[in-house]
């Protein structure tokens, strides 16, 4: 059973695909629009091939919302850049299992400066990888694409890492999260499998509808 009090996922809009010269008023219509959550996407070039944007970002949008930041660090070694991430405003940091050697000692670190942690597998990582740290963590994130960009497709084997994660929980407390290619056809699946917070970039932002229209469909 997800450890939330009702199974609603939390939607938490990507501004990856959000338009960049007007991001602040972006985050702000995303929040009005319902999303309790926003998801700020860091890309380092190196982890990735993608350079999305830094912790000065962050800091800039901070006083433009009031929703929960989820920081999904796309970088190599996070450690060094974790302390500016927190100061900028973070609430909850998400590192790869792939991007360090010292995993374990990162998500202390998250955690020692009052921060929620997670972890996240890219498609090519078994949910196995995660298995040393689900007792320390608030949060899982199973990456349904491979990482670096907005727009592509969802990769279907990643529902059953989904389903994976929510067996294997018992009676631990992390959220089991889903990032890329979400979109209102897939989003019931999800959250059935298990999934209790769905990113979304290209669906919110370049979504058919207005962003609560768009929000409201992956809610389903
Ligand atoms: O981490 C990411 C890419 O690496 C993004 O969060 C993800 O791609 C969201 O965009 P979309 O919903 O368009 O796939
Ligand atoms: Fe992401």
Sequence with gaps: MSPLASHRPIIAP???????????REVRAVHDAGAE??????????????ISFGADVVRK???HSAAVFDLHLMVLDPAAMIPSIVAAGADRI???????????????????????????????????????VTDIVDQVLVMSVNPGFGGQSFIASSLDKVAALRERRG????????????KPDNAAALVEAGAD???????VFQGAGTYAENIAALRG
């Excluded at 990507?14 to 602040?24: G, P, Q």
């Excluded at 998400?94 to 929620?116: F, M, Y």
């Excluded at 917070?197 to 669906?203: E, F, H, K, Q, T």
């Design 171 to 182: 009676a631990r407390q992390y959220l089991i999260c889903v990032d890329g290619g979400v």
């Design 14 to 24: 990507s501004i990856l695909t959000a338009d960049y010269a007007h991001l602040a």
């Design 94 to 132: 998400t590192i790869h299992v792939e991007g360090t050697i010292h995993l374990h000692r990162i998500i202390g670190q998250i955690h020692d400066a009052g921060l929620k942690a997670g972890v996240a597998i890219n498609p090519g990582t078994p949910v196995a990888a995660l298995e040393a």
């Design 37 to 50: 959550w926003l998801h700020l996407d860091v890309m380092d070039g190196v982890f990735v091939p993608n």
């Design 61 to 63: 949008l901070r006083p």
């Design 197 to 203: 917070m769905l990113v979304a970039g290209s669906a």
